[in-house]
Nanobody
Framework: QVQLVESGGGLVQPGGSLRLSCAAS????????MGWYRQAPGKERELVAAITSGGSTNYADSVKGRFTISRDNAKNTVYLQMNSLKPEDTAVYYC?????????????WGQGTQVTVSS
């Protein structure tokens, strides 16, 4: 089994920063692309940022220049540094990863962490 556990969410004022972490654990052979999605109330889940095993990244236009995704392959962990936060960034943030075990390669999701940007 594989688990993704997020941490680092919370309440922050507009203009503030937060750093999300997501640690993968279990019978992992290899972790491929990892990413962060978010879902605001009444809206569809959307991709925020993704990073390949080689370190290539892509971002949603709405977060370019403000958010940075990174990963520590030795720790099986992906991070999302969020700066200059806006109220419209308020959402539940989900970590996702395409992970190989000895049985299969498939996508996994974390349980989500709430980010609230409000004064």
């Amino acid at each position: 089994q594989v688990q993704l556990v997020e941490s680092g969410g919370g309440l922050v004022q507009p203009g503030g920063s937060l750093r999300l972490s997501c640690a993968a654990s279990g019978s992992i052979v290899r972790i491929h692309t990892m990413g962060w999605y978010r879902q605001a109330p009444g809206k569809e889940r959307e991709l925020v940022a993704a990073i390949t095993s080689g370190g290539s990244t892509n971002y949603a236009d709405s977060v370019k220049g403000r958010f940075t995704i990174s990963r520590d392959n030795a720790k099986n962990t992906v991070y999302l540094q969020m700066n200059s936060l806006k109220p419209e960034d308020t959402a539940v943030y989900y970590c996702t990863g395409t992970i190989s075990t000895i049985y299969r390669t498939t996508g996994y999701w974390g349980q989500g962490t709430q980010v609230t940007v409000s004064s």
